[in-house]
């Protein structure tokens, strides 16, 4: 996939072609980039569950043509009585990675698309009903959708691990196995729960019929999270932090979020000389690699609930704290790392509609299928989010009654020198800046086509899911030349597969002054660039 998509008059991207294409019905019926969004977000929850669902946070990024863009928070906080005490005592010196005791946060996922769509109607007239967005996804939950072959996959990698969890087998595996590619999968609760909420609001997830089910079941199964909690919840505003770079502006999403090493990175690279290398070259990468070890080393010091943080993440981004951090990168040997890596599933999608409207947004479960609780009287798998506090007093994110967990999520879009407006984003834990630092370095810096930029191979610096070692991971389409120059300057490289899904699922949209749409869609997902 080498080649863009281009349109006039509307474009969505997804991890799923089915779930692309799902906004894009809504956009050829009237709605709007931020309704699209929501189509395509509520398709996802069905056709890609061990990525996705409504029973996990998200973060959009929203640009209208002439205004600056917003950020939507939609990240639940920790039950409000949780302490580590409540895991010590059980005798868990780290909270557990799945089960019922992973799921400790509320979802924040459909406060998201509330808040959006509010945002919709307010600024962009929009007037679509809930039922007309959700419609496709309700029916693929309802009448079945083929299951892909990355589902399969991670079904099958994971069912000893998550199989004789609540409600698991009964909605993903037949006779406890996998599903194999292509098979007919249902849920039919989660359709029920579509419905309802299409019905009423999306509020009556926190606050209607629907959040009391979900209380009721997370009460009987064990969950320390509260109706009390889902009550408490909603999906605020958040002014982005932004940075420049290659003569544009890049938006990026803030705490608790990781968008603050998404910028960083890019901006270390810009101020270390990597405009002056050659893309995918081996001193490209080098000076991307070193600018994501500083960044990471801030991020994971600092970065956690903003109410908890002792310094504005935007400080970080500051002419003085940038240039002093590039001047620790040298273009001839690498720093040293040991960073853990953080892994995570996760979709990015996008949207822009004819008046330039654009939406970025990413919606994840943390892990595949998240805690692995799928809660039967309304099919939501719900997410292990709050897995990422430490039970520890003296980390930085120690666990804290009603915190907001630190999230890898961060949905990106960028103003480009040229005058396009472009967003864009993958999934992937600690893959994400890195991704987003790779395409926008190719596009902006060198005007590398949207597709041809997702396609090109990439790396990873760090641990992902399904592999524990923190070496630089590169794909092994670059030239033996990248492997040896990366090697000689100190990197620990390691060479994975052509088209690894470690990498990310990226994708990207944008458009220019005339109004011509460009899209790219990752080779690496079961995705596509769906526009008119």
Known sequence: MLKSTLAK???????????AQAGLAVLRDGGNAIEAAVATAAALAVVYPHMTGIGGDAFWLIKIPGSDPVSIDGSGRL??????????????????????????????????????????????????????????????????????????????????????????????????????????????????????????SSDAFYRGEIGTAIADELLRLGSPVRQCDLHQHKADYVTPLSTTFAGGRLYNTAPPTQGLASLMILSLFERAGGLDTQPDSPEYIHLLVESTKLAFQIRDRYVRDPQDMTIAASAFLSEERLNTLAAKISPSSALPWRGPGDMGDTTWFGAID???????????????????????????????????????????????????????????????????????????????????????????????????????????????????????????????????????????????????????????????????????????????????
Not at 156 to 181: C, K, V, W, Y
């Open 79 to 200: 039950a409000g009585d949780l302490t580590s005490s409540f895991y010590l005592e059980q005798g868990y010196d780290v909270i557990p990675t799945r089960g019922v005791l992973a799921a400790n946060s509320v979802a924040g996922a459909v406060s998201a698309w509330d808040k959006a769509l509010e945002y919709s109607t307010q600024k962009c007239q929009g007037h679509l009903p809930l039922s007309r967005i959700l419609a496709d996804a309700i029916d693929y939950a309802e009448n079945g959708h083929p299951v892909t072959e990355s589902q399969a996959r991670t079904t099958h990698e994971r069912t000893i691990e998550l199989g004789n969890l609540p409600g698991f087998a009964a909605t993903f595996l037949d006779q406890g196995a996998a599903r194999s590619m292509g098979s007919t999968e249902r849920n039919p609760a989660l359709a029920n729960t579509l419905k309802h909420l299409a019905a009423t």
């Open 354 to 532: 004819s008046e330039g409207r654009a939406v970025s947004v990413i919606q994840s479960l943390y892990h595949e299928y998240g805690s692995g609780i799928v809660l039967q009287d309304t099919g939501i798998v719900w997410q292990n989010r709050g897995i990422s506090f430490s039970l520890q007093p003296d980390n930085p994110r120690s666990i804290t009654p009603g915190s907001k967990p630190f999230h890898t999520l961060n949905p990106a879009l960028a103003e480009l020198s040229d005058g396009r407006v472009m967003v864009y984003g993958s999934m992937g834990g600690d893959g994400q800046p890195q991704t987003q630092s790779a395409l926008l370095s190719r596009i902006a810096g060198w005007g590398v086509g949207l597709q041809d930029a997702i396609t090109r191979p990439r790396w990873l610096l760090g641990r992902t899911w399904g592999n524990p070692s923190t070496s630089l991971k590169l794909e092994s389409r670059f030239p033996p030349e990248v492997f040896e120059t990366l090697r000689r300057l100190g990197h620990d490289v390691e060479i994975v597969g052509s088209f690894e899904e470690m990498m990310g699922h990226a994708g990207a949209i944008s458009r220019n002054s005339s109004g011509l749409l460009e899209g790219g869609s990752d080779p690496r997902s079961d995705g596509c660039v769906a526009a008119y």
């Open 9 to 19: 008059h509307g474009m969505v991207v997804a991890p799923h072609n089915l779930a």
